[in-house]
């Protein structure tokens, strides 16, 4: 189910303008200070469209740093679940194919009910990437630069307009009511957009096939030395995690005002020593690698395994937060070159 | 993209409320508590419950009770942690909040015509105590059982004045501490040093084991030794836990969630999976 439109870039004003009737609208805003965020639009002219990968990304409004699940007063608990409608504007593919997986672990098996919520309630608007920053590696791994299905709303920009995708009821409905400022692409359009898509591809500086990694790891190649030395590198400031779009590690507190207790869930990191502590103070990852270990193979081998596909989509903001360049992307390079090596001794010796 | 309607009945994170009927001290720092739940409740052994204390926090405790009565839950609770010493500051009377039960139970049912061996050390007699009653239960169709418990102190040991009906029953206890107080007649040591006092045909038997990593390992060793085949040598491991669900992350290891994916399982998956 994909239905597809021309919108004319002089009308996309219009649209969230009424989009943001029913909806919260949130986008990506240049603050004063340079850095560009998600956040709510209060002056849709504001919006930057000109989109690096922005940090933090969207997982926030999925998965928020901390979130309220109850209220406990007396005997009474109240469930905070949060029903609002949010229209998420400029988000990339890559954000998009997580959500994908997110919606797997979060909705399978048990339903988390808080990001159901969310979820349900959430249209995501995302936009191709023609242009793919230096870190960017998610055409190896098949989730980005564009999309082919499961998105909400997908926009090509093609210059003075864009081709509008739209792969759900929800984001079709947005797009229908509003069907007088949309028109029918043209043979042109299409051509235009499979242009753009042959550029933005050819434009990726890292190309990385995590296909490879996984192979050296279940076969033995990449032995425990290798992850010693990525294991001492890591300050353990969890960055890697908190801006991974599929790291979702939590931790549960409860907090008491007054007469009332709320418990909360906020994110936590598998990297941080304490995360595994049982109680009595025993310590099931006590070294750094075994934790190192972990991260990674857990996106590597579990998820490939488990879900079908990495859990990893190339969107390189671990390459940027990592102070000590022992982030996915330089890692999996790091793999490669041992794997290389190897061919190279294989060959010599033949 | 396609969205669940989100037409569930249950918030998996809410507990429901119970009230502790009673309060048996066991040892220096292990409480009995008996629960009563505002709902009928129905759990395997071997199972867990997220217990709730508002204002501290939820830890998974091992149910050592049979469902015979729906309302009632039975849970031992070993004072060790932030949210298990609220738990012992807490009165007959006073609010429980619990949710689950969560996890996959023991294959009692492995138990049926065969040799049955039951391995603890301290606390971890908790969850076995709930097959100690399934197995009395299902006393016929059972052949001999053993169980080899181990504590540090003979203070220490959980349910003594269950094991004299328990003898009744025609389970063989024998007993083992690390330092002997006065009086101890028993044997000192690790259970793995028990061996001897049980008449068994390994090949044919089946073993539920639960205490400490050390201890577990060592006996699944052993009854691998002895020729016990692997898939009859069952364990139940012990993890950090947030949810009980399979999505906070805490108790991940090597690709399995302890939560849902255990916490019981068998040597041939512990060997599998590399959990131990």
């Not at chain 1, 990694?213 to 908190?242: H, L, N, P, Q």
């Not at chain 2, 971890?124 to 169709?141: C, M, N, S, T, Y």
């Not at chain 2, 302890?258 to 040597?267: A, E, L, W």
Request: proline fraction near 5%; include cysteine; aromatic fraction near 10%.
């Amino acid at each position: 189910m994909s239905s597809e439109w021309i919108l004319d870039k002089n009308h996309l004003s219009y649209w969230l303008r009424q989009l943001r009737k029913e909806a919260d609208l949130i986008g990506p805003l240049r603050k004063p200070g340079g850095d560009i965020v998600f956040e709510s639009i209060e002056r849709i002219h504001e919006i930057f469209l000109d989109l690096p990968a922005l940090i933090p990304g969207p997982k926030e409004f999925l998965f928020p740093q901390y979130e309220k699940l109850f209220n406990k007063r007396d005997s009474k608990v109240e469930e905070l679940s949060i029903k609002r409608k949010r229209v998420v504007f400029g988000v990339r593919s890559c954000d998009v194919s997580a959500v994908r997986l997110l919606d797997r672990f979060f909705l399978d098996r048990f339903e988390d009910p808080f990001y159901s919520n969310r979820r349900a309630n959430t249209l995501l608007i995302s936009i191709v990437c023609n242009n793919p920053e230096p870190t960017c590696f998610c055409a190896g791994i098949g989730t980005g630069p564009y999309l082919r299905e499961d998105y909400d709303i997908q926009l090509t920009d093609l210059g003075e307009r864009y081709l509008v995708q739209a792969a759900s009821k929800q984001g079709i409905r947005a797009i229908k009511a509003y069907s007088f400022i949309f028109s029918k692409p043209t043979r042109t359009d299409y051509d235009d957009q499979f242009e753009v898509q042959l550029s933005a591809m050819a434009r990726f500086q890292k190309r990385i096939s995590l296909e490879r990694v996984r192979s050296m790891i279940i076969t033995g190649k990449v032995r425990d030395t290798f992850w010693e030395k990525v294991a001492t590198r890591c300050f353990e400031c969890g960055g890697c995690v908190y801006e991974c779009p599929l790291c979702t590690c939590f931790t549960v507190i409860d907090r008491v005002f007054g007469d009332e207790i709320e418990r909360a869930r906020i994110w936590d990191a598998c990297l941080f020593k304490g995360f595994t502590r049982l109680a009595g103070g025993v310590l099931p990852n006590e070294r750094m690698v075994m934790r190192t270990k972990r991260w990674y193979y857990h996106k590597l081998v579990h998820y490939p395994e488990v879900i079908g596909s990495f859990g990893c989509v190339g969107c390189g903001r671990c390459t940027i937060v990592c102070p000590a360049k022992i982030d996915m992307a330089t890692v999996a390079i790091k793999i490669k070159a041992l794997a290389d090596n190897e061919e190279k001794i294989i060959e010599q010796k033949e | 993209m396609k969205r669940r309607s989100s037409n569930r009945k249950n918030n998996i994170y809410l507990p429901i409320k119970g009230r502790i009927e009673s309060i048996v001290p066991l040892t220096e720092d292990v409480n009995f508590y008996r629960i009563r739940s505002e709902k009928p409740l129905s759990y395997g052994v071997g199972q867990f419950f997220m217990v709730s204390v508002w204002g501290y926090g939820e830890v998974p405790i091992s149910v050592c009770s049979l469902p015979e009565k729906p309302e009632i839950l039975e849970l031992s609770i070993r004072k060790v942690g932030f949210v298990t010493n609220a738990i012992h500051r807490l009165k007959e009377g006073d609010e429980l909040w619990f949710r689950g039960p969560y996890g996959r139970a023991f294959p009692m049912e492995l138990s049926i015509n065969r040799d049955v061996i039951l391995i603890a050390g301290g606390i971890g007699l908790a969850p076995l105590r709930a097959a100690i009653h399934w197995l009395i239960k299902h006393r016929k169709k059972v052949r001999h059982i053993s169980l080899l418990y181990g504590a540090k102190t003979p203070s220490q040991l959980l349910y003594r004045e269950e094991f004299t009906q328990w003898e009744k029953e025609g389970i063989k206890v024998v007993l083992t501490v690390d330092s002997p107080e006065d009086g101890w007649t028993a044997n000192i040591g690790v259970v793995t040093t028990l061996w001897h006092h049980i008449d068994v045909d390994f090949k044919r038997a089946v073993a539920y084991i639960c205490g400490p990593p050390v201890m577990i390992n060592a006996s699944m060793l052993d009854l691998y030794r002895f020729g016990m085949p692997l898939s009859n040598i069952i364990t139940t491991l012990e993890a950090h836990m947030k949810c009980g669900v399979g999505k906070c992350g805490h108790c991940y290891a090597s690709e399995k969630y302890i939560c849902t994916d255990g916490p019981v399982f068998s040597y041939e998956e512990i060997k599998r999976y590399r959990l131990l």
